[in-house]
């Protein structure tokens, strides 16, 4: 299963962007897009089955509430190598480094990464870790800023400064990441865009601007800020193991013989 736990692990400190990312999430902007977020996962994994379920990043804030897998994780990233970790069998926060899981492989029926590949330098690398330590089937969801929306688009504007704390050129769009998919032995199924507001900094204002969702949703659906895309690791040459159900053979009726009485033409020689 999963490698021993390391107790000096516990004093190691979280990436600066995801700090950074965490501490921002709590603002009147950040829970906007953190409402969407949960919601959209919880859709996505409400009917997801399995032994073992993982966030990795962003602890604090729980993916999984929605999921019925008995054994969750939620699980703080790192950078530094301080040995393998447990997988706990509770809601412990545990630490790992995105780019090198602690996890034995195919271990993992459903793995979130809630903007845990824009806060590394190798995303691809994480993804990659992601492909390993999931089952046949098993079921990794991303969340991510989306570049091309007026978030993101906020940062390239001379003058102003970023909205989000994750800078335009980490950010993963969905079409790379959808060509990185099919690198490996993954296949999107369920995607969505959202929080269509434009970027604001108060309640206020993103209450004022609230209209935008069903009209951005129908209009321009990828320009939201923020997507959440769920994708399936599949495997060549697997088949899915049923039930050998026995057939029944059907009892054939044996044609009654009824004999005949002789006919007095019959009788009479």
């Known amino acids: 299963m999963i490698g021993q736990a390391n107790h000096r692990s516990v004093f190691v400190q979280e990436q600066p962007l995801i700090v950074e990312l965490a501490d921002w999430l709590e603002t009147p902007a950040g829970q906007y897009v953190r409402a969407w977020e949960r919601k959209t996962v919880d859709a996505m994994v409400t009917n997801v089955f399995g032994y073992h379920a993982v966030q990795l990043g962003l602890p604090q804030f729980d993916f999984l509430q929605a999921n019925r897998i008995p054994t969750k994780s939620r699980v703080h990233t790192w950078t530094k190598d301080a040995g393998t970790l447990a997988m706990p069998a509770t809601r412990v926060h545990a630490y790992a480094e995105p780019e090198h899981l602690p996890f034995d492989s195919q271990s993992i ?13 190798h995303p691809h690398q994480v993804l990659r870790e992601a492909e390993r330590v999931l089952v046949p089937e098993g079921r990794v969801v991303i ?23 994750v800078p335009a050129h980490m950010q993963v769009s969905l079409t790379r990441l959808k060509d990185w998919f099919k690198l490996l032995s993954f296949e999107a199924d369920r995607g969505r865009f959202g929080c269509y507001a434009p970027p604001c900094q108060t309640d206020k204002w993103l209450q004022r601007w609230s209209f935008m969702e069903a009209a951005g949703d129908r209009w321009w659906p990828v320009c939201g800020a923020v997507y959440v895309v769920s994708a399936v690791r599949r495997v060549a040459g697997m088949r899915l193991l049923t039930p050998a159900w026995k057939k029944r053979e059907r009892r054939r009726g044996r044609q009654a013989v009824v004999a005949s009485r002789p006919t007095m033409t019959e009788g009479k020689q």
């Open 143 to 165: 969340a991510g800023f989306n570049p091309w929306s007026l978030w993101g688009a906020h940062e390239r504007l001379p003058g102003l400064d970023p909205l989000t704390p």
């Open 109 to 121: 029926d459903l793995l979130i990464l809630p903007h845990v590949l824009e806060c590394s330098n």
